[in-house]
């Protein structure tokens, strides 16, 4: 059953990735006002971070559970664990907006100035390159999963943009994760 026009697969993925990454560097260039999103109490913000780590550990799990379930030839559990992961991400997603708009920008790094330029600055910048890489990647991999049945999906580029997406995916949950060591663990 095809969900996605065929033909409409790259255009689909230039626009969905235009308009989320519009809407993260709107949000983190502060240019969306804090008015546009509702007042939450503190302890809800203070609370974002902790359960963004809880879902970059769980989204973790469920892209290496969806890779090994695809190399041992369960179409299904993959396709299942891959749409969980895809979920984790929004949820993250949202939730770190929601934050950085209500909150009125980024979290300042509390520690030492030469852990923030040899350490916290450097592994945050690869985190949110990969992060923006992966937006497209992933974009492209579950349209094409949309726009094909499985017995014509092995002919197209998902599993190449798949494992692409996957890798660079877990890299930045991982870095993502440290990131949060770094803010709210050690310093």
């Known amino acids: ?14 626009g969905l990735s235009v308009v989320s990454l519009a809407v993260v560097f709107a949000a983190a260039g502060g240019r969306i006002p804090q008015s ?3 007042a939450a109490p503190q302890w809800f913000l203070d609370l974002i971070p902790h359960v963004n780590v809880a879902i970059s550990v769980t989204a973790i799990a469920t ?3 969806g890779w090994r379930a695809i190399r ?42 030469t852990v923030y330029q040899f350490v916290y600055l450097p592994i945050l910048v690869i985190h949110v390159f990969l992060a923006v890489v992966c937006v497209p990647l992933v974009y492209y991999a579950l349209l094409l999963a949309f726009a094909y049945p499985i ?6 580029n998902h599993a190449r943009f798949g494992r692409l997406a996957a890798s660079l995916w877990l890299v930045s949950f991982t870095l993502g994760i440290v990131v949060y060591v770094l803010l709210h663990v050690v310093y």
């Open 1 to 14: 059953m095809e969900y996605v026009p065929r033909e409409r697969v790259s255009e689909l993925t230039i």
């Open 72 to 113: 041992r030839g369960s179409v299904d559990r993959h396709r299942i664990a891959m749409l969980a992961s895809f979920g984790l991400f929004a949820a993250f997603l949202v939730l770190y907006l929601y934050r950085l708009v209500a909150v009125g920008g980024p979290e300042p790094f509390p520690g030492p100035e």
């Open 36 to 38: 546009t999103v509702p």
């Open 151 to 156: 017995e014509e999906l092995r002919r197209t």
């Open 63 to 65: 892209i290496t559970y």
